[in-house]
């Protein structure tokens, strides 16, 4: 159980370099699953996350090492179809390679997946999805169970939500399924726009990702490729709220501009001023600001992001009036207020409403616990803005998502170190 100790209130100046996504580098690091030739990726970032990644490809029987942000698969003949139960409730992501076994070796057998206490997350759509392939699915002791009668065959599946996961689930199986599959109402984020060009350079033949539907007609296999990581648009907007919450002026590089189109809203609509002088480049001139209140209300992209739902209400707490976030993703994504309550914030909760009732005073530092990734970042975002000093425990959550947080900040110039 790790902790922080950050002491404020702090002025953040000087340069942030973003690291890869690790939204995306987890489900193109899954999908590696469906190749027997090597794969390199690049720009990974080194978190927790990608460690558990790396070790459930190596129990399947391929063989995975990390170096200097570098990751090298060697594919197999040989893969195991027993995910280990320690590696799979740890992360999330780590279901995703259920389909990706099964289009390769007829069978599997999974755990259900851990991952951050923000809601039930159900696998539901995987397994209909799955199904649609003619992949007959059961559970029995806590784990998933896979198996096919025949070759696969393609799919004409809707989705009930435009889920993520399953979505790059679905489009994993689908790429070693002979025939056309066809994907309805699936999501359009960014990192399913990377794992679908990943696929791509690889041979698969996908199209319409970024889009509400999704096209694949199967190939028998993938070949070897380099990819490089996309940047991580909620380590940007980690770090613009920041600025933001401190009055701060940083320079961000290695960002995309194009992915962040609900960031963007959000930075005008507050009006954080900011500027874009190359795509990959954003500079914050928060210093400069005079923030208005908001009322946002998350959803599937490109709606406001509800990763980036914690981090945004910790900075609405220094703006005068009453802000109004809507969570309409996760039921439990409002852990984060009480403990941002405890630094005297005033935010009320209604149903799925969270009313922050920001002011001019600053927060005051206190002891405050983590109890997943993004609502870890918020209480460090809090804790830079906030009189005095801030004990952050529950910091392995935080952990999973970024890279070198800790040094990044410091670097800008915070007052933030490892705690025992």
Not at 75 to 104: Q, W
Not at 258 to 275: A, F, G, N, R, Y
Not at 289 to 309: E, L
Request: charge should be positive; charged fraction near 20%; include cysteine.
């Amino acid at each position: 159980m790790g902790k922080l100790k950050v002491t404020g209130p702090t002025k953040l100046s000087g340069e942030v370099i973003i690291s890869g996504s690790k939204n995306a580098a987890l489900p193109i690091l899954v999908s590696t699953v469906l190749f027997k030739k090597d794969v390199t990726l690049t720009n990974v970032p080194e978190l927790t996350d990608i460690i558990t990644g790396i070790r459930l490809l190596n129990s399947l029987g391929m063989r995975a090492e990390f170096s200097n942000n570098e990751v090298r698969i060697q594919g197999t003949d040989d893969l195991r179809h027993i995910a280990p139960y320690e590696l799979i409730t740890k992360m999330r992501a780590s279901f995703f390679v259920s389909g990706a076994i099964v289009a390769r070796v007829g069978m599997a057998k999974i755990p259900y997946p851990g991952g951050c206490l923000i809601g039930s997350r159900p696998v539901n759509i995987h397994l209909r999805g799955l199904e649609a392939f003619g992949i007959e699915t059961s559970v029995e002791h806590g784990f998933v169970i896979l198996k096919t009668k025949g070759p696969l065959t393609p799919a004409n599946f809707r989705l009930d939500f435009p889920s993520v996961g399953a979505t790059e689930n679905l489009m994993m199986t689908a790429s070693l399924v002979e025939g056309k599959t066809v994907l309805k109402n699936v999501a359009r984020e960014p990192e399913i726009i990377a794992l679908a060009d990943f696929l791509n350079k690889g041979g698969a033949k996908i199209k319409g990702a970024g889009s509400p539907t999704i096209t694949i007609t199967g190939v028998k296999e993938l070949n070897s490729v380099k990819y490089s990581i996309i940047p991580d648009r909620i380590e940007t907007a980690t770090f613009v709220m920041a600025a933001a919450t401190t009055r701060s002026d940083i320079t961000l590089k290695n960002i995309d501009k194009t992915q962040i189109p609900d960031l963007i809203e959000v930075m005008e609509k507050t009006k954080i001023k900011h500027e874009f002088p190359q795509n990959d480049i954003l500079k914050i001139y928060a210093s400069k600001s005079q923030p208005v209140p908001i009322t946002i209300k998350t959803g599937p992209y490109p709606a406001f992001s509800t990763d980036m739902q914690p981090l945004l209400m910790s900075f609405l707490t220094t703006v005068p009036v009453k802000s109004v976030i809507t969570e309409t993703i996760f039921e439990n994504r409002f852990m984060h207020v009480m403990e941002l309550n405890r630094m005297d914030a005033n935010i009320d909760i209604e149903g799925n409403k969270a009313i922050v009732n920001g002011s001019n005073k600053k927060l005051s530092g206190a002891e405050v616990k983590s109890t997943d990734l993004r609502g870890g970042a918020a209480l460090i975002i809090a804790a830079l803005s906030a009189e005095g000093t801030s004990v952050i425990a529950g910091m392995q959550h935080v952990n999973r998502g970024y890279e070198n947080i800790v040094k990044k900040f410091k670097k800008l110039g915070a007052k933030i170190e490892h705690h025992e």
